[in-house]
């Protein structure tokens, strides 16, 4: 079963607008929120997170919500630049507090976001 | 600063045949993970370490799967009698420990069996 889901497979956005990707989750003891960026041929490169704690958290153009009753996540980009096209990755994880193991993570399948000049 | 390492970039090999990836994190992170990523998919968790220590394998690791972790500084993933349902990126992230949950990932290891 997918515990994380990204419904959107693609995006596309013109420089300059806001990009928004969501993310649903089932399970409702992941307590920590996280996103990444990748680009082809490298690795998930941390772009930010959120703890369960938070229904917000900001860094530069970068903004994560987190509605926990509705179990969404979105992440926000304003403003959008071509340099921000890459498939971003949602990511879940549970704290061995709330009954998790080992911090791993929990990923989506991704959205593929581009950026047109 | 050097991030994670992963050698090799790329790795060709013909079904039956052994391979070995290393895997070089962060030196100062005593957390180290190995996951799969598949085409369309997003990476799934294959198993952690805290130092040398192996605390948890997915099931997705099967017996043909192996990983250490010597010393808890680099870590090796050796795949015994490769399928071609193997083929796919493999990936490590480490974290820094304690309370920390971002973990940070290397460029992975492209391997395909043919």
């Known amino acids: 079963d997918q515990q994380v889901k990204q419904n959107s497979p693609s995006l596309s956005v013109q420089e300059g607008r806001i990009s928004i990707l969501n993310c649903d989750y089932t399970?409702?003891?992941?307590?920590?929120f996280l996103w990444y960026k990748k680009y082809p041929a490298e690795g998930p490169t941390f772009l930010i997170s959120?703890?369960?704690?938070?229904d917000k958290n900001e860094d530069g153009r970068f903004t994560v919500f987190l509605n926990k009753s509705a179990k969404h996540l979105s992440l926000h980009i304003v403003p959008s630049q071509p340099g921000d096209s890459a498939v971003y990755f949602c990511a879940a994880s549970q704290s061995p507090n709330s009954g998790g193991s080992n911090y791993k993570l929990t990923f989506g399948k991704g959205t593929l976001l581009t950026v047109n000049p | 600063d050097t991030g994670v390492s992963q050698n090799p970039r790329h790795k060709i090999t013909k079904r039956g045949q052994n391979v070995t990836f290393r895997c070089d994190p962060i030196?100062?992170?005593?957390?180290l993970y190995w996951y799969r990523q598949t085409l369309g998919q997003g990476p799934e968790f294959l198993t952690y370490?805290?130092?040398?220590?192996?605390?948890?394998k997915s099931r997705l690791l099967s017996d043909r799967f192996s990983a250490e972790r010597p010393k808890g500084s680099f870590s090796t993933l050796e795949i015994q009698r490769t399928e071609q349902g193997d083929s796919a990126m493999y990936l490590c992230a480490s974290s820094l420990g304690g309370l920390s949950y971002e973990q940070y990932f290397g460029p992975g290891t492209r391997l395909t069996v043919t």
């Open positions: 959120i703890s369960s704690i938070k």
């Open positions: 030196s100062e992170h005593n957390r």
């Open positions: 399970n409702s003891m992941f307590d920590y």
């Open positions: 370490f805290q130092n040398e220590a192996q605390l948890e």
